[in-house]
């Protein structure tokens, strides 16, 4: 009796025990913190599936889903948007193939320019070389908000209001994606550059078939850093394409949830009862290729994060 | 003589500079080329834009007509003393501000701290407190004005009556608490990039310290205090500054979730400068606001890198 209560008291006191308990207090503050960020999620999802009819202005909160219905997901297609044209393809979904144009064009021209751009100040040595560089930097510092309206009137000027230009044109170089791919491609030894002008290569082909493929880290992780701030992005469209035949998705989302006022109950009704579920079907269709890309690359997108965010 | 022999050959020695200045210069026309793309979109998207309103601040301009204002100062005169709301509006970034850098990094310092001394799954809770960083701001906002609505049956709402007896309380629609609200949602959808952050910050440092430390007899909290603190201020600054910058331009937000209400309890620079210059066409006045938030952020930026040391502590 003695010895086991014994061993007991020394198995508690014991480094192994300590080390053990300290890692489940852990999970358990991290598990209730990550409960914290995912319950809205969980709870859209949920709220998304409702039966048809469900009273969200019940009293009551009920945690756990109550019906599979996916009427809500194929009623968010023929939903009109208030102030979008008349049109028969929904609203949300036109914004779908707008962004996706966007994305295409935004996403490749800028990951070539700014790899094109950083190669030559990371592998070039070319007079005003520190002078050009520093002339990059002071656009960090200085907020680029002041710019918003000078571009709205010069875009107005020429035209090109409410057009994808208006969008794309500022997007094609930055200075984030020349420095994240630049600290990557300095690491490439200049012997292997050496070794290809050597046998007759142009500059050209050594930045496209030396110096990009081995870039493609850097250069992957920049385009996706530019997806995601390109399919999220409701501030540029908001001022430069705010015409309903260009919405990109966010803008016809925006215009979506702007028409759903929550402070007077959230449940008055359409004729099919799936307004709220409508409306968490939107929220959560236009969020699923983020979070797919998220899922996929989260490594590289970490790695980016650590990168530019401290050696940046 | 010999003075005018010597100025002479300068004279030829700048020459030969300047013929190979342009001879190194047509070398390199490949790398000029390259870079010519990045340059002239700066000088069109952001070296034109900055002067052309900075030259507008000065001027009536609405809706697209330059007039000449009486007083050249007038917009900035409206902006600093006449125009409640610029000075409401900046009173309630700062809030925001000290909310989201204090609670929330410290918040994120403190899950750094406990990922990092996890064995086993760092990897999943990065991947968990990431996600809101991946969602629209349009989503989130809307999520969260669900969450708080101000009827008794909202989410939030219905929670606390249900825990603890409470009477519905308007959130959004209190003027009191909606800058703090706001605050909390981003701090919720930031959290897991300012942990990654701090993580990268707490593997940069030696392990030998701690190893040292330990041998020396020296407690996990004094440890902490002693060698982890002091060596992630760079991190710290890295965090402070790009928060107040970030958090001083706040527009999405409050954009989506109130419009700035009520009455203006929730406005920003950035969401006056979208009303004045976009919804109302008052140009001039924007750009005098935008350049009056873009003079403060660069001198608060300037003065945060003095307060926490040299520059060697960014590099």
Redesign the interface.
């Known amino acids: 009796m003695t010895i086991l209560s014994q061993t007991k008291t020394e198995l508690f006191k014991s480094w192994r025990f300590q080390q053990g308990f300290g890692q489940i207090l852990l999970y358990v503050i991290l598990s209730f913190v990550g409960f914290f960020i995912l319950f809205p999620f969980y709870y859209m999802v949920v709220s998304s599936l409702r039966e048809p009819f469900y009273n969200f202005d019940r009293l009551t909160l009920d945690l756990l889903p109550s019906a599979f219905n996916l009427a809500g997901y194929i009623k968010i297609f023929s939903t009109q948007v208030p102030g979008a044209e008349a049109k028969s393809i929904s609203a949300l979904l036109h914004g779908f193939v707008n962004t996706l144009f966007l994305e295409a064009t935004i996403v490749i021209g800028s990951t070539f320019l700014n790899a094109l751009a950083a190669y030559a100040f990371a592998k070039r040595e070319f007079p005003g070389k520190q002078f050009l560089f520093s002339v990059l930097l002071v656009t960090i510092i200085l907020p680029g908000e002041v710019t918003l309206l000078p571009k709205y009137v010069m875009f107005h000027k020429v035209g090109l209001l409410g057009t994808f230009w208006a969008l794309i044109l500022p997007s094609l170089t930055g200075v984030f994606g020349i420095f994240l791919i630049r600290q990557f491609m300095s690491t490439i030894p200049d012997a292997l550059l050496e070794a290809a002008r050597l046998d007759g290569a142009s500059e050209f082909q050594v930045v496209t078939r030396l110096v990009m493929p081995l870039a493609i880290p850097a250069m992957a992780t920049y385009a996706l850093f530019t997806f995601l701030g390109v399919w999220n992005d409701l501030m540029g469209p908001l001022i430069f394409v705010n015409k309903p035949g260009k919405w990109t998705l966010q803008l016809a989302l925006y215009y979506f949830t702007a028409s759903y006022t929550f402070q007077y109950g959230s449940a008055y009704q359409d004729s099919e009862g799936i307004r709220m579920q409508t409306l968490f079907a939107g929220l959560i269709i236009s969020a699923l290729p983020t979070i797919l890309i998220f899922v996929i690359f989260q490594r590289q997108l970490v790695s980016g994060i650590t990168l530019t965010g401290l050696k940046g | 003589m010999s003075v005018i022999r010597g100025t002479q050959s300068n004279k030829k020695r700048v020459e030969i500079r300047k013929k190979t200045?342009w001879r190194?210069?047509w070398k390199?026309r490949?790398?000029?080329l390259?870079?010519a793309?990045?340059?002239l979109?700066?000088l069109?998207?952001?070296f034109?834009?900055?002067g052309?309103?900075f030259v507008?601040s000065f001027t009536r301009f609405d809706a697209?007509q330059i007039q000449a204002l009486p007083n050249i100062f007038d917009n900035y005169h409206r902006a600093i003393v006449r125009d409640p709301l610029a000075k409401t509006s900046l009173l309630n970034v700062f809030k925001y501000v000290v909310i989201t850098l204090g609670v929330g990094q410290s918040c994120a310092l403190i899950?750094a701290l406990?990922?990092n001394?996890?064995?086993r799954?760092t990897a999943f809770?990065?991947?968990?407190?990431?996600?809101?960083m991946?969602?629209?701001?349009?989503?989130i906002a809307?999520?969260?004005?669900?969450?708080f609505?101000?009827?008794?049956?909202?989410?939030i709402n219905?929670?606390l009556?249900?825990l603890f007896d409470m009477e519905p309380i308007r959130w959004l629609?209190e003027s009191k608490l909606v800058i703090p609200i706001i605050a909390v949602i981003a701090i919720?959808c930031g959290?897991?990039?300012n942990t990654?952050?701090w993580m990268?910050?707490l593997k940069?440092i030696p392990p030998e310290y701690y190893e040292v430390a330990r041998i020396d007899g020296a407690s996990n909290w004094r440890q902490f205090w002693s060698i982890t603190l002091p060596l992630l201020k760079?991190?710290m600054l890295?965090q402070v500054v790009m928060g107040f910058?970030g958090g001083m331009?706040e527009?999405?937000l409050p954009?989506?979730l109130t419009q700035g209400g009520p009455a203006g309890a929730s406005t920003t620079p950035?969401l006056l400068?979208?009303q004045y210059?976009?919804q109302n066409l008052q140009?001039g006045y924007?750009?005098a606001l935008?350049?009056l938030?873009?003079f403060l952020?660069?001198i608060a930026?300037l003065v945060q890198f003095r307060i926490y040391g040299k520059s060697e502590a960014y590099d």
Do not use: Q
């Open positions: 200045l190194s210069i390199e490949f790398t000029y390259i870079i793309p990045a340059f979109s700066y069109i998207f952001f034109y834009p900055i052309f309103a507008t697209f899950l406990a990922l001394s996890l064995k799954g809770y990065r991947t968990v407190y990431y996600f809101p991946i969602t629209s701001v349009v989503t809307t999520i969260f004005r669900w969450l609505g101000s009827d008794p049956s909202a989410p219905t929670i009556r249900l629609w919720w959290l897991g990039f990654i952050i990268a910050g940069a760079p991190v890295f910058i331009k527009f999405g954009f989506v950035v400068v979208y210059g976009f140009m924007a750009s935008a350049f938030l873009a952020l660069i930026s």
